[in-house]
């Protein structure tokens, strides 16, 4: 019996150093939009018209033009919004874009192709040693920092642009 004690008291310890522990609490603007600049590698958030927040930003391995298929690296450019979020992601934490839209998926089914998906803001890989430019196949990473702090500010609905 002591040992199921010690057993469940050490699995209850663990279980308080999850990463849903490290989430922040926001009580700002409401974000009501991202804005990212793939040239500049930057991504403002905003409330209406005012920037809240901006930070540089990491993009696909391919990081010029529009996203078309599975595993072509490149970042998608346009028009999509936040639909999930994952605390426990393999990137730290992530915010799921809802990358394909219904254009991205008829230009690559007209093709035969997979427009491909799982598009993320997303922090640094668990077992990433250093950080190199343009590493992602497709997604938009920022620091653990500052995707925790990503994470506490934008709901799911928000809108994204995405520009060249």
């Not at 605390?87 to 192709?113: C, E, Q, T």
């Not at 653990?144 to 709901?155: A, Q």
């Amino acid at each position: 019996m002591r040992r199921v004690c010690l057993f469940l008291a050490a699995l209850i310890g663990l279980s308080a150093c999850s990463e849903t522990e490290n989430i922040i609490r926001y009580e700002g603007p409401q974000v009501t939009k991202i804005e990212v600049f793939k040239e500049q590698r930057q991504m403002r958030l905003l409330h209406a018209d005012q920037v809240l927040k901006e930070y540089e930003i990491e993009l696909g391995f391919l990081s010029s033009g529009h996203k078309q298929f599975e595993g072509d690296g490149r970042t998608p450019e346009g028009r999509y919004s936040i639909n999930r979020r994952n605390p426990k992601s393999n990137f730290h934490f992530s915010l799921g874009i809802s990358y394909p839209n219904a254009r991205d998926m008829s230009y690559a089914v007209a093709r035969g192709k997979d427009p491909g998906g799982d598009i993320f803001i997303h922090g640094q890989p668990r077992s990433r040693l250093r950080r190199v430019e343009d590493w992602t196949e497709g997604c938009i990473a920022l620091t653990n920092e500052e995707i925790r702090e990503v994470y506490s500010m934008v709901p799911n609905g928000t809108l994204i642009d995405i520009f060249p």
